[in-house]
Each structure stands twice: as structure tokens, then as C-alpha cells.
T-cell receptor
Framework: AQSVAQPEDQVNVAEGNPLTVKCTYSVSGNPYLFWYVQYPNRGLQFLLKYITGDNLVKGSYGFEAEFNKSQTSFHLKKPSALVSDSALYFCAVRDIRGSQGNLIFGKGTKLSVKP | DAGVIQSPRHEVTEMGQEVTLRCKPISGHDYLFWYRQTMMRGLELLIYFNNNVPIDDSGMPEDRFSAKMPNASFSTLKIQPSEPRDSAVYFC??????????????FGQGTRLTVV
């Protein structure tokens, strides 16, 4: 079965410091990996995705993620955190058993950036 | 495009009542997904459609839940009768059709359902 895990329920970072939100996955074939962000009382917004190619993927709002096949990880990173980055972050993997397949989401990680 | 549109944004209903949630996907998107979000279980896929046809409804919790997509621009999720444990935020999402499944999903703002 395909799955994704976010081992941390919450990550606390000081503004200006680098941040990392962790994600590991389990798929039978090649993974399609995604990161989404959810602000309070809002829907999920797409940040970035890895399909193929360069292992370092750059996305919206200065975020990037590194695909590591040997460690089956896709950690989200940002060199310098902002208070406005505080939100709930979801990692997702595409289940391609169907013709398109649904996105399987992790439990989410709450990022808190303090001034 | 206005994005995925869900209505209502908030719904408060009494136990036993019928609840209908509505979704308008982005024009031209062939796939539509219904998700439920709770603190305990996170984001769960309930059902998804391809070209208006239900493909996988294995996530629908029980027979009280039903979903339809009568045309490419409209879908409903119905709960009858509703129960307090159905209280959650329900999201609709859509994606365009591209080979290989490498497209991201676009989410609506969600409907916050409270059953009292």
C-alpha cells in the first residue's frame, strides 16, 4: 500500500532561521510527491511537486524540497523562515493504481515561526 | 477562473437531518475528489470521479454518505441522516487530465459541517 508519513506533529522555528518539515513515503513504483500548505480556515494550497529530474525542487514562497530515493524522503525546506509561514503543511504521494489516482496525504505538520 | 467553489462554507444541522454539500470544479478539469478533514484522522479521501463517473468510493464511511456528479461542473455530497461524528471540514478538489498523474489537485475552501 502506498503511504506517506510526517513524523512531527509540530515544528517550532525562530524567524530568520532555516526550517525543515519532514516527510517519508512508501510506494511500489516511482513516486509523485507533493507539498501543500493550509492556512487557518482555508483550503489546501499547492506548494511544489516532484515528478522526475532534479532532486531539488523549488516552489512557491521560497520553499524547496529535496527528493531522496534511497531514504524515501521528501523533506520541505526554507532557508529563512517568516512568521507568515506559520501554517499546517501536508506531504502527499500520488497513488497511481487508478487511471489518475488520488492523492494520499500525511497527517500534517504544524509549523510555528516565532518572531 | 475562480477556482474550485464549495457551498455552503459553514453548515450547522441537527442530528438526523439531511445535509447536502456542493462543489463546482475548475472548468476543464476531468477529475473531482471529495475529502474529509478531522483532527483525529487528518485528510481522508471519500470518493473521486473521472468524467463524472465514480471511480473509487471505498473511502465513503457508510451508506449514509452518497455522492453524485450529474455533469462536469457540479457535484454533491449528501449525508442522510447526519450524526455528530460527521462533524468535519469537507473539501472538494479537482485536477486536469494529464497522463501519468503528475498534476496537482486544486482545492476548494471547504465546508465546515457541525452536527449537533
Amino acid at each position: 500500500a502506498q503511504s506517506v508519513a510526517q513524523p512531527e506533529d509540530q515544528v517550532n522555528v525562530a524567524e530568520g532561521n532555516p526550517l525543515t518539515v519532514k516527510c517519508t513515503y512508501s510506494v511500489s513504483g516511482n513516486p509523485y510527491l507533493f507539498w501543500y500548505v493550509q492556512y487557518p480556515n482555508r483550503g489546501l494550497q499547492f506548494l511544489l511537486k516532484y515528478i522526475t529530474g532534479d532532486n531539488l525542487v523549488k516552489g512557491s514562497y521560497g520553499f524547496e524540497a529535496e527528493f531522496n530515493k534511497s531514504q524515501t524522503s521528501f523533506h520541505l525546506k526554507k532557508p529563512s523562515a517568516l512568521v507568515s509561514d506559520s501554517a499546517l503543511y501536508f506531504c502527499a504521494v500520488r497513488d497511481i493504481r487508478g487511471s489518475q489516482g488520488n492523492l494520499i496525504f500525511g497527517k500534517g505538520t504544524k509549523l510555528s515561526v516565532k518572531p | 477562473d475562480a477556482g474550485v467553489i464549495q457551498s455552503p462554507r459553514h453548515e450547522v444541522t441537527e442530528m438526523g437531518q439531511e445535509v447536502t454539500l456542493r462543489c463546482k470544479p475548475i472548468s476543464g478539469h476531468d477529475y473531482l475528489f471529495w475529502y474529509r478533514q478531522t483532527m483525529m484522522r487528518g485528510l481522508e479521501l471519500l470518493i473521486y470521479f473521472n468524467n463524472n463517473v465514480p471511480i473509487d468510493d471505498s473511502g465513503m464511511p457508510e451508506d449514509r454518505f452518497s455522492a453524485k456528479m450529474p455533469n462536469a461542473s457540479f457535484s454533491t455530497l449528501k449525508i442522510q441522516p447526519s450524526e455528530p461524528r460527521d462533524s468535519a471540514v469537507y473539501f472538494c478538489a479537482s485536477t486536469p487530465r494529464e497522463a501519468g498523474g503528475n498534476t496537482e489537485a486544486f482545492f476548494g475552501q471547504g465546508t465546515r459541517l457541525t452536527v449537533v
